[in-house]
């Protein structure tokens, strides 16, 4: 039986550290990207929930320390984060996506521009862009006190599956366990 034009192959495991395109992957999904919550209502669900949820939640869920588990190269989840804990540890399989977002917090010139991208998530969750900047800040330094580290969610002594998620006050993971898990 032969393959069909349509059939592609789906990155796994050490893919995402040998085929994975960092470059491609941000310029195709968060450069230039307008949000209109009407147009793309699965990228307006994820942060109004978080924060909807974060507030909910608040006292039941600490303001300490949240896990990012499979972040990739993305921080739009952490900024909304940053504003309810004092520490992210921030954790992805590959190296290239932990490089990319130690280049922001260190503001290289080469790092992603996460501008445009945040200011829309601002509005979705009904802040101004004005604010953008002291929300940064707050996931910079949320960012540093946290640290960014390795993870594989197959690996039995991930944060998750080892026992250590009580370090944490919250545990959070986007469209990372569903294509990342070897089992369901």
Same mark, same amino acid.
């Given at each position: 039986?032969?393959?069909? $034009? +349509? ?7 050490? *893919? ?19 949000? =209109?919550? +009407?147009? /793309? ?14 507030? =909910? /939640? ?18 739009? $989840? ?7 804990? *004092? ?8 190296? $290239? ?5 130690? =280049?922001? @917090? ?17 509005? @979705? ?8 900047? /002291? ?8 960012? +540093?006190?946290?640290?960014? $580290?390795?993870? *594989? ?17 919250? @545990? ?13």
């Amino acid at each position: 039986m032969s393959k069909s $034009s +349509n059939d592609k192959h789906l990155l796994h495991t050490s *893919d995402y550290n040998t085929r994975f395109n960092l470059d491609t992957y941000l310029k195709s999904f968060y450069s230039g990207v307008d949000i =209109d919550p +009407n147009q /793309e209502p699965l990228i307006a669900f994820f942060p109004e929930n978080i924060v909807r949820i974060l507030h =909910d /939640e608040q006292k039941r869920l600490g303001n300490q320390k949240a896990l990012e588990f499979g972040g990739g190269p993305c921080l739009w $989840s952490s900024l909304l984060l940053a504003q309810h804990v *004092d520490s992210i540890r921030f954790c992805d399989y590959a190296q $290239s996506n932990l490089n990319a977002v130690s =280049d922001w @917090i260190a503001q290289k010139p080469s790092a992603f521009d996460w501008t445009k991208f945040f200011d829309n998530v601002l509005a @979705i969750v009904g802040s101004s862009k004005e604010k953008r900047a /002291e929300w940064e800040s707050r996931l910079r330094e949320a960012l +540093n006190r946290g640290g960014l $580290s390795t993870c *594989d969610v197959n690996d039995p002594n991930c944060p998750i599956l080892s026992g250590k998620h009580n370090d944490y006050d919250i @545990i959070f993971s986007s469209l990372c366990l569903e294509a990342a898990c070897l089992t369901v």
